[in-house]
Nanobody, 119 residues
Framework: QVQLVESGGGLVQPGESQKLSCAAS????????MDWYRQAPGKERELVAA???????NYADSVKGRFTISRDNAKNTAYLQMNSLKPEDTAVYYC?????????????WGQGTQVTVSS
């Protein structure tokens, strides 16, 4: 059974930092690219950061320089380090694991973790 479990969300003040984790099970983690998405109330889900199976990273312009995505294949876990948080970063954050399977792209999603940035 495939599971992605996010953790690390909560309430933080503007300017503070927070680190999200996404623990994967039921997949060969090192073969999967890992993404972090977020969805704010009334808005569409957006891609925040991505890391390939080989470790290449990409970021949305809105978080570039503030967020860092990483992965630990030994722990089957992806991370999102968020620094200098702003109120507009408030959203539910989801991790996504994806890879190319025999029949096309395979996507797995976590349940999401709420991040609230407020004073």
């Amino acid at each position: 059974q495939v599971q992605l479990v996010e953790s690390g969300g909560g309430l933080v003040q503007p300017g503070e930092s927070q680190k999200l984790s996404c623990a994967a099970s039921g997949i060969i983690f090192r073969n999967y690219a890992m993404d972090w998405y977020r969805q704010a109330p009334g808005k569409e889900r957006e891609l925040v950061a991505a890391i390939s199976a080989g470790g290449s990273t990409n970021y949305a312009d809105s978080v570039k320089g503030r967020f860092t995505i990483s992965r630990d294949n030994a722990k089957n876990t992806a991370y999102l380090q968020m620094n200098s948080l702003k109120p507009e970063d408030t959203a539910v954050y989801y991790c996504n694991a994806h890879a190319l399977g025999v029949y096309g792209r395979v996507d797995r999603w976590g349940q999401g973790t709420q991040v609230t940035v407020s004073s």
